[in-house]
């Protein structure tokens, strides 16, 4: 069981990339996937994250607007589209997940960083000024 992410880099401030987070071993549809970062001295914190089913969402304020979780219905990997990148947003980013009971649990829940319990190694974000 594991969670594989990719997709990171150096890019400018205004830039995109997309993050992917493929997921393994276990049967997803009862679980989400969440997006996490931790910048250097600063505690890891929520970004994103999206059931399996990709019905329910939930954002970070700061990146309401600029970046869209997704699921790909093609292969098991939630993907992270993130657009007009700030240098502040530079850290590694590390997708997550945990089991979560659609229709039972709100959108918020997603955001509570102590319930996930299955993670996945880190891909550095770099966003020059």
């Known amino acids: 069981v594991q969670l594989q992410a990719s997709g990171g880099g150096l890019v400018q401030a205004g830039g995109s990339l997309r993050l992917s987070c493929l997921a393994s071993?276990?049967?997803?549809?009862?679980?989400?996937v969440g997006w996490f970062r931790q910048a250097p001295g600063k505690e890891r914190e929520f970004v994103a994250a999206i059931s399996w089913s990709g019905d329910t969402t939930y954002y970070a304020d700061f990146v309401k607007g600029r970046f869209t979780i997704s699921r790909d219905n093609a292969k098991p990997t939630v993907n992270l589209q993130m657009n007009s990148l700030k240098p502040e947003d530079t850290a590694v980013y590390y997708c997550a997940s945990r089991k979560f009971e659609e229709g039972f649990e709100t959108a918020q829940g997603l955001g509570v960083i102590a319930e996930y319990d299955l993670w996945g190694q880190g891909t550095q974000v770099t966003v020059s000024s």
């Open positions: 071993g276990r049967t997803f549809s009862s679980y989400c």
